[in-house]
């Protein structure tokens, strides 16, 4: 037998295994994720398996013959049939719970709007409107039935006095005054060191301090983000120390911001002169009305 031809022998130690996979084998063991994959495999190839063999094909249902006579009733059942008997209710029924009113009698005067006001709130219990109140007679004469009176009664609430007319809407305008105590630290020709405090209270925007003949700083507000009292330093003063916070200037600070109770010491030129500042206290003032 010629034609069979015995083909190249195949040795196990020939085969070889595909990079990606060695690969993923051993990533898989040195994750210890090996056992999970081949319980994976084997719940993939079970769980037909499983389902397959506990599923039971339910019974076809009987024939139901033509003509087949009906099942008895259980005794006790009965169907009764009701006439129907279409029309409207009765209107005394739908209506015993209201009471007749007088069509011809008055019973609204307008709107009621004590004790309300604009937005959904309530005033107090006094009101400034007015109420006026008006009153009709008409006569009527017949020849033999005499003379009916007919008398109706108006009231309407009026709206406030206002004097002039109306009042007009107005902008109230206000400022955050700062209470400051000043403290001037001076160094006489004996070496020793006088202090001069001084407590200026409510003190409104712009203002020089310590005096306007002499101003080394000005109080200018309060900040729009951290709502903290800030100040303008002159050019005279050449050192600030404490705890304030720099908004503006490179090689000297010309905008400070302070927080109140935290004093701030400023130091003018070779003099010695130093200014101790401190904010005691910011409150809103009113200064002012626009209409």
């Not at 020709?189 to 700083?217: C, R, Y």
């Not at 935290?262 to 030129?269: K, L, N, R, S």
Request: net charge neutral; with cysteine; aromatic share 6%.
């Amino acid at each position: 037998m010629n034609w069979l031809k015995k083909g190249p022998e195949m040795k196990m130690s020939d085969l070889k295994v595909p990079e990606p996979l060695v690969d993923l084998y051993w990533d898989l063991r040195d994750r210890h994720l090996l056992p999970l994959v081949v319980l994976a495999i084997v719940a993939i190839v079970a769980v037909p398996f499983l389902l397959g063999g506990g599923s039971k094909q339910a019974p076809a249902p009987a024939p139901v013959s033509v003509g087949a006579a009906p099942s008895p009733e259980p005794a006790g059942s009965k169907l009764a049939v009701v006439e129907a008997k279409p029309g409207l209710r009765d209107y005394r029924k739908r209506l015993r719970h209201d009471k007749p009113t007088d069509p011809f009698k008055q019973r609204y005067t307008g709107p009621m709007l004590k004790g309300t006001k604009l937005g959904g709130g309530e005033e107090g219990g006094d009101s400034t409107a007015n109420t006026s109140t008006s009153t009709t007679v008409t006569k009527t004469k017949s020849g033999q039935g005499g003379t009916t009176t007919t008398e109706v009664t108006t009231e309407t609430e009026g709206a406030p006095e206002t004097g002039g007319g109306g009042s007009s809407p107005h902008l109230t305008l206000f400022t955050f005054a700062a209470d400051i105590k000043i403290t001037k630290i001076t160094t006489g020709a004996d070496g020793k060191k006088k202090d001069e405090s001084n407590v200026k209270h409510g003190v409104i925007p712009p203002a020089p301090l310590p005096s306007e003949k002499a101003p080394m700083f000005a109080y200018m507000g309060i900040t729009p983000n951290s709502q903290q009292p800030y100040f303008l330093i002159s050019e005279s003063i050449t050192s600030v120390f404490g705890d304030g916070k720099c908004l503006a200037g490179t090689s000297r600070c010309e905008l400070l911001e302070l927080e109140p109770g935290i004093p701030e010491t400023f130091v003018i030129g070779d003099t010695g002169t130093r200014y101790k500042l401190n904010v005691l206290k910011i409150e809103p003032v009113v200064t002012g009305h626009r209409e």
